[in-house]
């Protein structure tokens, strides 16, 4: 019923946590994971798979010698081309379900309509990855939420006010993020899958894929409460030298503005409420 896509580059102690999770899920509800290696240069995750091959109907695929090692749509667009079930679900490296998830899911898909064309995702919990070692259910829920560079030093979701009233908020695409996406694969295919431009860069991919899957098929956002998921601090595939505040310096930013009408506008509003410090949008 289930494939998931998860883009990998290094971070092997994170995944390892991502795939103990799926290891949770109910053996009863069909799915697979698709792991697909960006050109590691650190860790072998040969040695991951070998681990949880048996347990889980787990693939792992390499990526060919990449012009840039950030390449989290090529990464997609292969699991697109070679998922065996109908509906995907794009999860990053670093982040942990709840054993509850897939049944969370499965029921909400197979009580409203299974061929509902919708676009769903949910809230994330920020944690350190040390706090939960070694992995179980019981330290993840006894880990205290803490604040993190990649939600603008905030503890609680940026999201969820606007996820608690998707129905009406204005661009609702701009709350998909890759690391807790699920839709349709027949959906995703008719929008054009993933835009391989935005590679090499940071970030947007996954909002010009929800902006182009909702507005090309009529996908429904759907915010699903019960759905949400742990995403680890310490370990993560991002560039380390990242500027969050300066826009300007990212060709991706400039790339869903000019695709998406009054995005930037949409942001800048939202990114003024979430911080004191000066944001740069545009080239000086």
């Known amino acids: 019923m289930f494939s998931f896509v998860i883009p990998c580059y290094n971070g092997k102690a994170a995944l390892n946590n991502t795939l103990q999770s799926l290891f949770w899920q109910e053996k009863s509800i069909p799915f697979e994971i698709i792991l697909v290696d960006n050109n590691s240069s650190q860790d072998n995750l040969d040695d991951l798979y070998e681990a949880y091959k048996d347990k889980l109907n787990l693939y792992l695929i390499k990526q060919p ?164 998921c742990y995403h680890q601090e310490e370990e993560h595939s991002a560039p380390t030298n990242l500027d969050r505040f300066d826009k300007s310096k990212n060709p991706n930013w400039k790339r869903i503005c000019d695709h998406i009408p009054g995005f930037k506008e949409f942001k800048r509003q939202q990114y003024q409420s979430l911080t004191c410090q000066e944001l740069k949008l545009d080239e000086s």
Request: glycine share 4%; hydrophobic share 35%.
């Open 65 to 228: 010698k990449l012009k840039t090692t950030y390449a989290l749509s090529r990464s997609r667009n292969l699991g697109l081309k070679l998922s065996q079930y109908p509906w995907m679900i794009t999860l990053d490296s670093d982040i942990i379900l709840p054993p509850h998830y897939l049944t969370n899911l499965s029921t909400y898909i197979n009580t409203t309509n299974r061929e509902q064309n919708v676009l769903l995702t949910a809230e994330r919990i920020f944690i350190s990855r040390t706090d939960i070692e070694p992995l179980t259910w019981d330290k993840l829920t006894e880990a205290v939420p803490i604040a993190s560079s990649s939600n603008y030093n905030r503890i609680e979701d940026r999201r969820l006010p606007y996820l608690k009233k998707l129905a009406t908020t204005p661009h609702p695409w701009a709350f998909f993020h890759g690391c807790n996406t699920i839709f349709q694969i027949q959906s995703a295919i008719a929008a054009g899958g993933f835009d391989e431009e935005y590679d090499g860069h940071w970030g947007y991919e996954d909002i010009d894929f929800a902006y182009r899957i909702i507005t090309r098929t009529d996908c429904k956002p759907v915010y699903l409460p019960s759905i949400y």
